[in-house]
């Protein structure tokens, strides 16, 4: 028997679950479909949150034809018999599973399969398609993004499963505690296909249990026990190369960025579950100098002994030095002028050549005093508090400033206030001269 999932799988637009962005009243998919303007188009998002279900409910709506392959194991023959089929009827809706997958020589052969229209693709991944999917196939295509489902509609497709007596669990007359419901939408984390085939075996495997028993079948109730012993918790779409990894490391910083520790300390955890340790480090000290810098050199520092550690005794002893680095970085002052200054003199070294003043040049070599190299250069320890105002920066870029620090701090203040004293006498000397 079919799992419940794939039995209740919708047979037109409006039998979708969730996803009220793209099919709900006047949004674009539900457009295309009313309008029979339809255009191939790449849905992506976690698994089971109807990706399949949104392909099925098109063609059901259209009437169209609809065949599934898969991009990775399906070959291209399966491809052309489906461009085949549709130069015979017309139009056939394709849902391409793991589009991100598809080689060069199954890609070649869609793409004039549809500019003509003869097959309208919808591709499936679980990865972004602006980083994984080819280019070619992405520029004949839109592009959706799915989200998990909410708890609400969860709610909703289990009570359907439940009074659909043809494709459901009608007629085994069930009813779940307040409970049990909330657990099995919670252990389904937004996946709608792991909720409904733990539902199916909850409710079989119940019922078995009570006809071995010899008890009473006219109905059952599902308990807590009975749904925690029939789905796992639904674990994060989590890989390392994938979209998620970068999500999550990017949330991870502009949380710390942001001082809010709480949602920090969350996202860590996830990394941490993931088992990323190498990650988890390398944007710890990227975080570290870049946005709390100058601000606090020691909360850096102590970031950095952190991280040591952590990699040093490894998981799970890791979790505890990471959770004090990321909990003093996010309660630090923050300082982005170190990052900032780089960066802008960056620019203006792409912006223009290398121009160092003669001055400054290497003089150690026969014939460099022919070249003016190092003539006139001052040496700062010979001269009160080991300095002297000279040019160092090429002419053209005299008055450039690219430390602009902000002063979030006492450390950063004087920083500052050193650095603005010492410009002035630059500036005061050289004009004496």
């Not at 075996?201 to 008890?215: H, R």
Request: hydrophobic content about 40%.
């Amino acid at each position: 028997m079919r799992p419940l999932a794939y039995r209740l799988r919708p047979q037109n637009i409006d039998d979708v679950v969730g996803q009220e962005h793209l099919i709900g009243p006047g949004k674009i998919i539900r457009r295309m479909v009313e309008a029979k303007l339809l255009s191939s188009m790449i849905l992506y998002g976690p698994p089971g949150i109807g990706k399949t279900s949104i392909a099925s409910a098109i063609a059901g709506s259209t009437k169209y034809a609809f065949r599934m392959l898969n991009a990775a194991t399906d070959s291209k023959k399966r491809l052309q018999e489906v461009a085949e089929e549709a130069k015979l009827s017309g139009t056939v809706i394709l849902l391409l599973d793991e589009i991100h997958r598809l080689d060069k020589p199954k890609q070649d052969f869609l793409l004039s399969s549809l500019e003509s229209g003869r097959i309208i693709l919808i591709g499936a991944t679980t990865e972004n398609p602006y980083i994984s999917t080819s280019p070619a196939i992405r520029s004949r295509c839109q592009i959706f993004e799915l989200k998990p489902i909410a708890p609400e509609d969860a709610s909703k497709a289990i009570d359907r499963a439940l009074s659909d007596s043809i494709n459901g669990l009608g007629k085994y007359n069930v009813t779940l505690t307040d409970q049990a419901r909330e657990l099995l939408i919670s252990k389904g984390n937004g996946d709608l296909r792991a909720t409904l085939n733990g539902l199916e075996l909850a409710t079989l495997s119940t019922v078995q249990e009570q006809k071995n028993k010899g008890l009473d079948l006219s109905s059952i109730t599902l308990t807590e026990e009975e749904i925690e012993n029939s789905i796992q918790v639904r674990s994060q779409n989590f890989s390392l190369d994938g979209d998620s990894h970068y999500d999550l490391i990017s949330a991870f910083q502009k949380s710390i960025r942001g001082s809010d520790t709480d949602a920090a300390l969350y996202y860590l955890a996830n990394l941490i579950k993931s088992g990323d340790l190498i990650s988890i480090c390398r944007r710890l000290t990227v975080i570290a100098y870049e946005d709390i810098g100058l601000a606090n050199p020691a909360a850096v520092q102590h970031a950095f002994l952190a991280i040591q550690a952590a990699q040093t005794i490894g998981f799970p002893e890791a979790r505890i030095p990471l959770a004090n680095a990321v909990i003093e970085l996010c309660l630090s002052p923050k300082s982005n002028s170190a990052i900032s200054a780089i960066d802008a003199a960056l620019a203006d070294v792409n912006k223009s050549s290398l121009d160092i003043p003669d001055s400054l040049k290497d003089g150690h070599y026969a014939g460099a005093k022919k070249l003016g190299h190092s003539v006139g250069y001052i040496y700062p320890h010979d001269y009160a508090n080991d300095w002297v105002p000279q040019q160092y920066l090429p002419t053209k870029l005299m008055n450039h400033k690219y430390f602009l620090p902000k002063g979030n701090s006492k450390i950063e203040t004087a920083l500052k206030n050193q650095y603005a004293t010492l410009k002035k006498m630059q500036s005061d000397g050289l004009k004496q001269k």
